[in-house]
C-alpha cells in the first residue's frame, strides 16, 4: 500500500531546531522524526511512501535516503511554494494514483491500529476516512462533528473548561491520519494552495460523498512545538526505562547531572554541568557548572545573522550557546 507524510511545514514553533534542517529531519527516539513516522507505516503494509519536501530539503533526503533502513521504498516530490494539506496530494498524484493510499501528518508519534481503520473504510464504502481521537482535555483542535460514523463537518476550538463531565460530550479531535480512494482527485484543485478539510471535504460532503469517522484510542501524540517534541520523547523513553537519550559521537560526563533530556549528535557536557528537562542541539558544547532547565539549547552560530520566526519563542546567546526557554 502506498502512503504520503505530509512534511514541507517550516517548523517555526520548532525553532531553532529547525535552523539547519527540515523539521522531518530533526532526530525523534534515535532517528530522524519522518523515519520514525515511516516505521510506524510500514508496520501496516505501508511499502512505498511519499514525502513533500520544502524548506531545506536535501536534509531530509540526506537524512533518509531511499527509505530501506525503514522498511519502505521513499519518494520525494519537492514544493517550491507551500500547497496546503490538499494541494500536496495533487503535487503528487501520478505517485498517489490508481489504489487506496494513506496520508499522515509527519509531526505526529502514534501507534493507532491501522488495519482496524482500514477495515471501517471499507466497510463504509467511503471516499475518505478520518481518524480521530476523544479530546477530553479539550486541548486546542478543531472540534470534528460526526453523525452515524460519518463526518459532517468542522468546527472551532473545544470549551475550556469541560461543560459537562458526560462521556458524550467529549469532543472528536482529528489525528492528521486519513485514508483515500483515488477519486478524492476530482475534488482538489489542481496547481494551487488548497486544504482538505476546508476545501476538499466540504465540497465532496455537498456533492453525497461518504467520509467516514473512525474513533482510536490508541496513543497520539503531536510533535508541532518544542515543548511537546520534549514532553513526549520523555514519555516514549520513559516506557523503555529510561529518560534521556544521546545522539551519535555524542559525549557525557559521568559526573554530569542529566535526566529528561534529549542531546543531538556531537554534544559535549563536561563534568559537573547539570541538564534536565532539556534539547540540547547537534555539536552543543555544555560546560561543568552549567545548568540548562526547561530550554532548548543550539550553538549560537547558528542563529547569527538569522530572523527569528513570528511563531518562534524568543531566546539569549550564553556565551557559544544559545538558549530559549520551553514555555508552557
Known amino acids: 500500500m502506498r502512503a504520503m507524510i ?3 511545514g517550516y517548523g517555526t514553533r520548532l525553532w531553532p531546531l529547525t535552523i539547519d534542517r527540515a523539521k522531518p529531519a530533526i532526530p525523534f527516539m534515535g532517528q530522524p522524526l519522518v523515519g520514525y513516522v515511516a516505521e510506524y507505516l510500514a508496520r501496516f503494509g505501508c511499502d512505498e511512501v511519499v514525502v513533500n519536501l520544502h524548506h531545506q530539503s536535501q536534509t531530509v533526503r540526506d537524512a533518509l535516503g531511499d527509505g530501506r533502513r525503514f522498511g519502505v521504498r521513499m519518494h520525494y516530490v519537492e514544493e517550491p511554494v507551500i500547497l496546503g494539506t490538499s494541494g500536496a496530494l495533487d503535487n503528487a498524484r501520478q505517485l498517489l494514483d490508481g489504489d487506496t493510499f494513506i496520508v499522515i501528518n509527519g509531526k505526529i508519534a502514534t501507534d493507532i491500529n ?14 475518505a476516512t ?30 475550556t473548561p469541560p461543560a459537562s463531565d458526560n462521556v458524550g460530550d467529549v469532543p472528536l479531535m482529528f489525528t492528521g491520519i486519513q485514508i483515500l480512494e483515488p477519486r ?34 490508541g496513543m497520539w501524540h503531536e ?53 534536565r528537562r532539556a534539547v540540547i542541539g547537534a555539536g552543543v558544547h555544555v560546560g561543568g557548572g552549567d545548568v540548562i532547565e526547561n530550554a532548548v539549547v543550539v550553538r549560537a552560530a ?21 538558549v530559549v526557554p520551553i514555555m508552557g
Request: proline share 5%; hydrophobic share 40%.
Open 114 to 127: 491501522l488495519s482496524d481503520a482500514l477495515r471501517t473504510h471499507r466497510a463504509a464504502n467511503a471516499i
Open 302 to 322: 547558528l542563529v547569527e545573522g538569522t530572523e527569528r520566526p513570528p511563531q518562534a519563542p524568543a531566546g539569549e546567546v550564553r556565551g557559544a550557546n544559545f
Open 130 to 159: 478520518l481518524i480521530l481521537k476523544p479530546n477530553p482535555r479539550r486541548e486546542r483542535f478543531s472540534t470534528v462533528q460526526v453523525d452515524g460514523g460519518l463526518l459532517q463537518g468542522f468546527g472551532s476550538h473545544p470549551q
Open 184 to 217: 478524492i482527485f476530482s475534488y482538489i484543485p489542481r496547481g494551487v494552495f488548497s486544504h482538505s478539510t476546508t476545501g476538499v471535504y466540504p465540497q465532496a460532503i455537498a456533492r453525497g460523498e461518504r467520509i467516514a469517522a473512525h474513533i482510536s484510542d
Open 6 to 8: 505530509l512534511a514541507a
Open 223 to 275: 510533535l508541532s512545538t518544542i515543548r511537546r517534541y520534549l514532553e513526549t520523547s520523555i514519555e516514549l523513553l520513559q516506557h523503555q526505562g529510561r529518560d534521556v537519550i544521546v545522539g551519535q559521537d555524542s559525549r557525557v560526563s559521568g559526573s554530569a547531572d542529566v535526566s529528561e533530556a534529549v542531546l543531538w549528535e556531537n554534544v559535549t557536557v563536561d563534568a559537573g554541568a547539570r541538564i
